[in-house]
């Protein structure tokens, strides 16, 4: 069982940047959001976009599945 948390830390606004880019600073919330839940007893976090919607893991997409149906964050706020 992986223990999860929602991070302070949320995911670059894609108004800010390219977030389809593997850009270097992008990098450092997704560090930041580990070691937060590191720090609290969690093995991982996720990070919300700027609406406060689930967005992703700091080294993953998030996704779950309902009614045998995928669900996933839009593009713009994630990589594809």
């Known amino acids: 069982m992986l223990?999860?948390?929602l991070s302070s830390f949320q995911r670059p606004n894609p108004k800010s940047c390219f977030v389809e880019?593997?850009?270097v600073?992008?990098?450092?919330?997704s560090i930041?959001?580990?070691t937060e839940a590191k720090?609290?007893?969690y093995d991982e976090a996720?990070?919300?976009?700027?609406?406060g919607y689930i967005a992703e893991g700091p080294g993953a997409n998030f996704f779950y599945e309902k009614d045998?149906?995928?669900y996933t964050a839009p593009l713009?706020?994630?990589l594809a």
Do not use: E, R
Request: net charge neutral; charged share 15%; hydrophobic share 40%.
């Open 39 to 41: 720090a609290n007893g």
């Open 76 to 78: 713009g706020n994630i």
């Open 3 to 5: 223990s999860v948390m």
């Open 21 to 23: 880019a593997k850009v």
């Open 46 to 51: 996720l990070l919300t976009d700027m609406n």
């Open 32 to 34: 930041l959001a580990t």
């Open 68 to 70: 045998d149906k995928l």
């Open 25 to 29: 600073g992008h990098y450092t919330n």
